[in-house]
């Protein structure tokens, strides 16, 4: 099967590069709504399911326990930026479980966003792992750990206690077999598995509904989705999609990205969650498409979609400033 | 026409992303030697055809006149990582023809080489212009209006005599028309055109053998082409696919890489040119299939393809130097 193209890249009038993809919107008892290209095949969710993820760290009662915020709770479900307060962030979740940035195996990278690399590099100083894009969701993992007398020690392998009760979390909460045969290691060294792009979006809808899971998780999914709508600054940052997008939503929509051109979100008003996947794993196509997939799912709310038209539709500018073309999303996904 | 996947992005065993793409061998006469997807639609060769648009530097004497060695002539068709020697040796070419940064028109951005740009902001400095990825273009523009008295302000717009001089250029090697209808504003702010993908290998054939055009315009393409092979740190930079694949070929092998997933280059004892464009725009893949047809093209030439087989089949590790995946390419493009 070969899938459509749901995003082009125009240079002045010209197509320049073409995005193909495949997207799905479920309800929580796996009804499909729309579905276009292949929704059947396995696509590694990557970040996209943080927020399964870090459902261990809510129902352990970690989070109560530690008193975390919504803030806390957006950060556990991040891919942020690295910027100050989610560094800062991520090191008081650690301390209150009597850890630190040294207990972290996520690794080290400079932050994602580039000017905040930047200043840190003009202060003279180094990043460390609490600006690893991942460091909120590997707090939790710890804090969880802490909390449920856990070693933490080896956490991001796949047959450490704590991956076991994730895994766990992410097979009962999308339906899905999280199986070694379609098992990767993540950017982060945590396992990521392949699962059918169809299962991710039943997965959000129920997340987002709590319909299909026990009262105990259906709470604990609420309070996170709930956490990140609320604090979206926090699950990704200055000048990113998943941010802008949940401002735009104004906490009627929870998204979420993933590497390699995954998106997965809900409208809880709806009873619906959705995933698509941009087959070349491009960022760029994936944020239009998941904008222009929302002003569908709300059509007839005006001023919802003129607020996600310039995230369906942006505009590129070179470094002078010169307007060079843009990305150009269906009006329907056909 | 669907264009064919012609590169694979694996986490663990899995096929995580896919690229699609078109390409197309020819040699000086416009015989095709080996066509995958769509060869005749029209794509912006963007910085990939930075060798062409340098014949006039050569051509006017202009190259001559200021002494550029073969450091110069690869800086004028580099996208370069803006690393402190590509900067300083663009600065120096404007100086030769008495002019300086503040007369380029091509903008500001930060190093492309992340290395790079933190050790500007470490040591408290800012990019100019020199270290736009262009500058040498740029810098090679600005010396042939020097040469031929042509006033240089606004040398950037499809108007300017320097752009139309150039534009005769790229129309009399590649044969296409260069016409406004499909003309764009690259990121540097030059023009650029979309031209038919069949027309750009068999403009790279010519240049590399001379054939189809006239003797001293095929001594000046011969002399560029020379001059990016002999010193390819000056085309890219460090870690960069240009630059360690013309290493690779040791002299045998001309390449440049576009924006948006373009790769152009020649084998000159081939008497061969090729384009290719992968479809999403992807910079890895476009790296990866251009190595794997240089192996299929130099196919029996062991020792070469050994040394090309690390680029075509490059491996990705995470933060915490796991081995996750990498990109696959097929042993033949059919």
Redesign the interface.
Known sequence: M?NPVLAE?L??E?V?????GSLVVCDAAGGVVLAVGDVEG???PRSAVKSIQALPLVESGAADAFGFTNKELALACASHNGEPEHAARAQSMLEKAGLGEADL??????PSR?NT???L??G?KHPNQLH?NCSGKHSGFLCTCAHQHIAPRGYVTAEHRLQEIVRDAMESVTGAKHDAA????????IP?Y?VPLKSLARGFARMATGEGLEPHRAAAARRLFAACMAEPFFVAGTDRADTAIMRAGEGRVMVKIGA??VYCGAVPELGLGFALKC????SR?AEAIVARLLVILMRGDEAFAERFEQIANPIFT?????V??GVRTPEAFA
């Open positions: 070969t890249v240079r002045g010209e320049e590069s073409r995005h193909r396995r696509v590694f195996e996520c690794g080290t990278h400079w580039q690399a930047l200043d590099a003009k003279g690893n379609h098992r990767g290691i993540d950017g982060c060294s990521t392949a390699e051109g087959e070349d794993g491009a196509a070179n470094w002078n400033g010169l060079v073309g």
